[in-house]
């Protein structure tokens, strides 16, 4: 059975590649872009089955109008992706106020603001998929990547605690997250802060030095038409996955840094108990909050 779609950053990348094999496999997209002439070729070859409308998530308004548009213009909505995002690097005190708060913006609260203009539709349907492009840099974290881990890891806990409230209205949910991968997020979309002489020779000037071309770049095992065709997959399963973890890296780097925080977290398990309460009543109320 076909399914519909609405996914943002169609322009590039995972969201392109999501958006070509939907139509392909006969499936209707609602394709959100910044320049939607990106995607006059599939416009061309595909007709009806992909609607189209400019779309920067940054601007609140302008999702929410998109979102109703979509709804109103295709009948339902199966999918949707929350996927446009870019990286920001460089140590946090390199970057100015404006550049973080587009990060936030862009990466986080759109995000949330997408959920929050989809969700009604969804559930007077009577039910959906949410899909969010996340990063296993919701999981782990690198230096001099400190603003685009901090709308990763918010973005995991939205929706680890969303997904509970929306799980009772058949709406699921799944937390996409890529390794390193092979499209236009590094060098091409990548923003960075201004250089700062301090952090020249740590990982911030390391990384600067890898975007652009001066040292090699960071392994990219991740192939976008396979993390795509995934995510179309964990679709077809009738219980949504809660996480996704796609490719080798990042399985790898985030059972490595789950296991430390485990062990982290196991060592430090008497000082934990140590600071209950002294009445047993009351360490039981608590926990059952
Ligand atoms: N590639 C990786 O290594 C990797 C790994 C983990 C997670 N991710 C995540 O994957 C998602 C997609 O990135 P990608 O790897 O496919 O990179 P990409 O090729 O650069 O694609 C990013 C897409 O997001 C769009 N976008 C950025 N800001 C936007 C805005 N304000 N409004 C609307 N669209 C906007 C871009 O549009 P324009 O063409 O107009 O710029 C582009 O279509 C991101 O959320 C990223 O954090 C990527």
Do not use: C
Not at 175 to 193: D, H, K
């Amino acid at each position: 059975m076909p399914r519909t779609w609405f996914v943002t950053g169609t322009s590039s990348g995972f969201g392109r590649k999501l958006t070509e094999q939907l139509l392909n496999r006969g499936d209707r997209v609602a394709a959100t872009a910044r320049r939607v002439e990106a995607l006059d070729d599939l416009a061309a070859r595909h007709g009806h089955r992909l609607w189209r409308a400019p779309l920067d998530v940054t601007d609140t308004t302008a999702l929410r109008q998109a979102v109703d548009q979509a709804f109103a213009d295709l009948g339902r909505v199966d999918v949707v992706v929350s996927n446009a995002g870019y990286g920001l690097f460089g140590a946090f005190e390199e970057l100015s106020d404006a550049q973080i708060d587009r990060q936030i913006v862009t990466n986080l609260t759109a995000s949330i603001q997408l959920a929050r203009a989809a969700v009604p539709h969804l559930r007077r349907q009577g039910g959906g998929r949410f899909v969010q492009v996340a990063s296993v840099g919701g999981q782990i974290a690198f230096p001099a990547m400190s603003l685009y881990h901090a709308t990763k890891w918010g973005i995991e806990g939205f929706w680890e605690s969303a997904a509970a409230d929306l799980a009772p209205f058949g709406i699921g949910v799944t937390i996409v997250e890529p390794g390193v991968s092979r499209t236009n997020f590094g060098a091409g979309s990548a923003v960075l802060g201004a250089p700062m002489p301090e952090y020249a020779d740590g990982p911030s000037g390391q990384l600067r030095r890898m975007l652009s071309g001066e040292l090699p770049p960071l392994p990219a095992p991740g192939d976008p038409a396979k993390i795509a065709a995934a995510i179309i997959a964990s679709v077809d399963r009738p219980d949504a996955p809660l996480r996704l973890t796609l490719g080798s890296d990042a399985y790898a780097l985030a059972t490595a840094a789950l296991r430390d925080r485990l062990a982290a977290l196991e060592a430090g398990r008497d000082l934990a108990f140590s600071t209950d309460a002294d009445v047993a009543d009351d360490v039981a109320a608590t926990v059952a909050l």
